[in-house]
């Protein structure tokens, strides 16, 4: 599996952004997708994640209300809509696959399998 994140960019306190992260090789519906951030000087935080079927989805405590996730079964895409985005949204976002069934959605860096590039999200104030 090879993930791509992409989407990232300048925007200003209050504005919205769009991640997208394409998906190539061979899925399953228990997969689980998460978004991750990553800002200067501290570690790997989770923000978000969503079952492959879309049954359940999870989100951070500081992104839920603003974030939403998504998955494209037929584009093999997940998404994460960003509004009211904040100065402490700035970081780079990673795309990541647990590809082992579990009953909830990991929320530890150390449950995800494969990893895609990074993408950089920076909200000025």
């Known amino acids: 599996v090879q993930l791509q994140a992409s989407g990232g960019g300048l925007v200003r306190t209050g504005g919205s952004l769009s991640l997208s992260c394409s998906v190539s090789?061979?899925?399953?519906?228990?997969?689980?997708m998460g978004w991750f951030r990553q800002a200067p000087g501290t570690e790997r935080e989770f923000v978000s994640a969503i079952r492959w079927s879309g049954s359940s989805t999870e989100y951070a405590d500081s992104v839920k209300g603003r974030f939403a996730i998504s998955r494209d079964n037929a584009k093999n895409t997940v998404s994460l809509q960003m509004n009211s985005l904040k100065p402490e949204d700035t970081a780079v976002y990673y795309c990541a696959v647990h590809k082992y069934y579990s009953s909830n959605l990991p929320r530890l860096t150390t449950a995800y399998d494969y990893w895609g590039r990074g993408t950089l999200v920076t909200v000025s104030s």
């Open positions: 090789g061979r899925t399953f519906y228990y997969y689980v």
